[in-house]
């Protein structure tokens, strides 16, 4: 089966400063990697997802960058504002239609004042 | 209300209890999925279900049982738990796309505690 490693566990960056939070996925088969963000007892929410026939998605200050030869993807939020404090989680599909997601373990991510 | 919604937000059970953990989706979606979120662990699959079918089983224990009666609701019923069980129980829902993953959109939780 997928399985997803997610690096830093724990991430802190100056406000205004960019953060950079990596997953690397080990099926080749996998297509779809989205990222979510996870507030503090909210749920977890979808924040930009990239396929495999695409290189580089961005979203305003979001940024995800794919290399599907190395099998990893990269969320890069620039202009870090205390509102992105939070923990974010990658995944990955097959691709199979109803995929479930396979989850990495999340990175904390917190924006200093 | 829209979006999808689960019931209820909290639970306390024993270990002899039977409870059912409720989801519901206002998306139109086709698909609908059940994840495990503990502390310290990655939001673990537990169960797909895609046009009212169960189409994966993540190796849950039986005491999970999954019930799929229509494309708009989900339920997990639940018996027998272990105090590990105790968790974040996350629904989530997408629209299905053969050959495409597609975005998943996820529910409010039910923290479950089993004492």
């Known amino acids: 089966g997928e399985n997803v490693e997610q690096h830093p566990s724990t991430l802190s960056v100056q406000e205004g400063d960019s953060a950079v939070i990596k997953c690397t996925y080990s099926?080749?088969?996998?297509?779809?990697f989205p990222w979510y963000k996870q507030e503090l007892g909210k749920r977890p929410q979808l924040i930009i997802d990239?396929?495999?026939?695409?290189g580089e998605k961005k979203d305003q200050r979001i940024a995800v960058t794919l290399n599907k030869t190395a099998k990893h993807f990269s969320l890069h939020i620039t202009e870090t504002q205390p509102e992105d404090s939070a923990v974010y989680f990658c995944a990955a599909s097959g691709g199979g239609g109803a995929d479930g997601l396979t989850f990495g373990k999340g990175t904390h991510l917190i924006i200093q004042p | 209300e829209t979006g999808v919604t689960q019931t209820p937000r909290h639970l306390v059970m024993g270990m002899t209890n039977k409870k059912s953990l409720k989801c519901e989706q206002h998306l139109g979606h086709n698909a609908m999925y059940w994840y495990k979120q503990s502390a310290k662990k990655p939001l673990e699959l537990m169960f797909v279900?895609?046009?009212?079918?169960?189409?994966e089983n993540n190796s849950v224990p039986s005491r999970f049982s999954p019930e799929c009666p229509n494309s708009s609701h989900l339920f997990l019923h639940l018996h027998t738990l272990q105090p590990e069980d105790s968790a974040l129980y996350l629904c989530a829902s997408s629209q299905e796309s053969a050959g495409l993953g597609r975005a998943q959109y996820f529910g409010p939780g039910t923290r479950l505690t089993v004492l």
């Open positions: 279900y895609s046009l009212e079918e169960r189409v």
């Open positions: 990239i396929r495999s026939n695409v």
């Open positions: 099926d080749s088969a996998s297509n779809y």
